[in-house]
């Protein structure tokens, strides 16, 4: 009985995770469209999700669900112009948003006068 219980424990357990389940692979070519947005200055060097240090420099992203250490194709639709960036934290918290951006992401497709842009999304790896 107590094995069994042990093994039932194990079992909820395991379905208490933020990332999905299944292989960040499973996730390549998955696609959405919305608005992004980019971190404010106030975050720098505050932890992530993943655990890492936000640096406004490196070219990071959060999203709700696409796993940690995947590469996302991010671009601006407006323009055409796009970046490489990885999901390190989740987020954004704010309605019809996607995709939160590094400031430097978010500046090399977009201008951030604009605060948001309209964006496509495409996991790469």
């Known amino acids: 009985m107590k094995t069994l219980s042990i093994v039932i424990f194990l079992l909820a357990l395991s379905g208490c995770t933020s990332i999905p389940t299944g292989v960040r692979d499973n996730w390549i070519g998955h696609t959405e469209s919305g ?21 406004h420099t490196l070219k990071t992203a959060a999203h709700n669900k696409i796993p940690f250490g995947s590469s996302v194709k991010v671009t ?17 918290f704010a309605k019809g948003r996607i995709i939160d951006l590094s400031k ?11 605060g948001v842009m309209n964006v496509s999304i495409e996991v790469v790896q």
């Open 104 to 114: 430097s992401a978010f500046s090399s497709i977009g201008n951030i006068s604009s």
């Open 35 to 55: 608005e992004a947005s980019f971190y404010d200055d106030k975050f720098q060097n505050r932890k992530t999700a993943s655990g890492e240090r936000y640096n």
């Open 76 to 92: 601006n639709k407006s323009n055409g112009k796009s970046i490489v960036v990885k999901v390190n934290d989740r987020g954004p």
